[in-house]
């Protein structure tokens, strides 16, 4: 099994900045992909940007393309997730997942292991 952890998460400024950290623990040998999602109230939950196991392949929503970065720290097991430029609909909390097969997708369900989430809100 695969615990995963997120961190980082607060109120911010539109156009300020906020770094995420997800820590995984336990069977993170097993893990390839990794990713990004978030959920606004009364939305449903939407794919943000998902990161290969080396790091050489990343995807990206529209939405956050050229403002969110995403990088992972494999000796750290730690998914970071840097966002610049926020904008009040970036607010949501956002989820860290990871899956045990290297083809980076955007759909959640092929995501085993999910974080607890952590509370994004962008002020106007």
């Known amino acids: 099994q695969v615990q995963l952890v997120e961190s980082g998460g607060g109120l911010v400024q539109a156009g300020g900045s906020l770094r995420l950290s997800c820590e995984a623990s336990?069977?993170?040998?097993?893990?390839?992909?990794m990713g990004w999602f978030r959920q606004a109230p009364g939305k449903e939950r939407e794919f943000v940007v998902a990161?290969?196991?080396?790091?050489?392949?990343?995807y990206y929503a529209d939405s956050v393309k050229g403002r969110f970065t995403i990088s992972r720290d494999n000796a750290k097991n730690t998914l970071y997730l840097q966002m610049n430029s926020l904008k009040p609909e970036d607010t949501a909390v956002y989820y860290c997942?990871?899956?045990?097969?290297?083809?980076?997708?955007?759909?959640?369900?092929?995501?085993?292991?999910w974080g607890q989430g952590t509370q994004v809100t962008v002020s106007s």
């Open positions: 990161i290969s196991k080396n790091g050489g392949a990343t």
């Open positions: 997942a990871a899956r045990n097969q290297p083809a980076v997708v955007v759909l959640g369900s092929l995501y085993a292991y």
């Open positions: 336990g069977r993170t040998d097993s893990i390839y992909t």
